[in-house]
């Protein structure tokens, strides 16, 4: 135990200014609920304080609740460390949601909602997060709470929330994935490719940016997804969806591929490909 806080002690110092402001620091603080989040059994403050030495609750519930510290920084260190230990050509800009079920509606952002994690719609807080991935190593190097188009309508709610002015905008989550990949690519993290599951592939309009933007990605689509096997926008042809194409493919079309080791061996799924066109969304 000793040699884990002597390590995250060491990782912490690149941080340690992010939480200091001219009047005051929380680095202390910051290092403490760090500590908590490895040692304590479960991930509150309760167990924290108890947990962790000389850590005391209402300093740690300051350092959440109101305490001021520089997430920007906190952010772009984080996106430079996963950068420098697996960024690549060969290393995926993975983009995804996760939520984290709640009860009332005192949560920033807390909402009825599709919850990814439960497969169901239950009263959730979701994020989006972008994640540096290489063969079995990965790191999450952004994320951002998604905010329900009722609470961004609702100015009172969001003050007692806590939530800045600047934040009340509503943005879909592709438009959250979109905003993340820009931030990647300006702080020079380095990947070959994006991923991102049938959410972000259904959202045509960013996949035609990411295209003009000139990324190579890998999004999955919904089985309606409509596509072409020539250019629609030289002459008239047919649409096909998705699950008509899949299911007219003969046996030998598919091929297995190895997607990782699981927990009773290897994951393996068959894969069809073939070359198609996509409407844009401004098309007519």
Not at 233 to 260: C, D, N, Q, Y
Request: aromatic share 12%; glycine share 8%.
């Amino acid at each position: 135990m000793a040699s884990c806080c002597e390590n995250l002690t060491s990782h912490f110092q690149s941080f340690r200014e992010c939480f200091r402001s001219k009047t005051r620091s929380t680095a202390e603080q910051a290092e403490q609920y760090l500590r908590g989040l490895f040692q304590s059994p479960r991930a509150n403050l309760e167990q924290m304080s108890e947990t962790v030495a000389e850590t005391e609750y209402y300093s740690l519930h300051h350092l959440l609740s109101d305490a001021a510290w520089d997430f920007e920084n906190v952010r772009r260190e984080t996106a430079r460390q996963a950068d420098e230990w697996i960024g690549g050509p060969e290393t995926g800009l993975l983009l995804d949601e996760s939520g984290v079920q709640k009860k009332g509606d005192h949560s920033a952002g807390v909402a009825r909602q599709y919850n990814g994690r439960l497969g169901k719609v239950e009263n959730s807080q979701v994020g989006v997060y972008a994640a540096l991935a290489r063969g079995s190593q990965a790191a999450i190097i952004d994320f951002e709470l998604f905010l329900p188009e009722r609470w961004v309508e609702d100015a009172k709610r969001c003050q007692e929330a806590g939530i800045p002015e600047s934040a009340r905008v509503f943005r879909t989550k592709p438009q959250m994935a979109a905003e993340m990949v820009k931030r990647a690519r300006a702080a020079g993290v380095r990947f070959g490719f994006i991923g991102a599951d049938g959410l972000y592939g259904h959202a045509t309009w960013l996949l035609f940016d990411w295209d003009d933007a000139g990324e190579v990605f890998a999004t999955e689509v919904h089985s309606d997804q409509q596509f072409y096997f020539t250019d629609p926008g030289k002459a008239w042809v047919p649409a096909w969806e998705a699950r008509e194409w899949a299911a007219r493919l003969k046996r030998k079309e598919w091929h297995p591929v190895i997607l990782r080791d699981g927990e009773k061996g290897e994951v393996r799924a068959m894969f069809a490909h073939t070359r198609v066109w996509i409407s844009h969304p401004n098309s007519a």
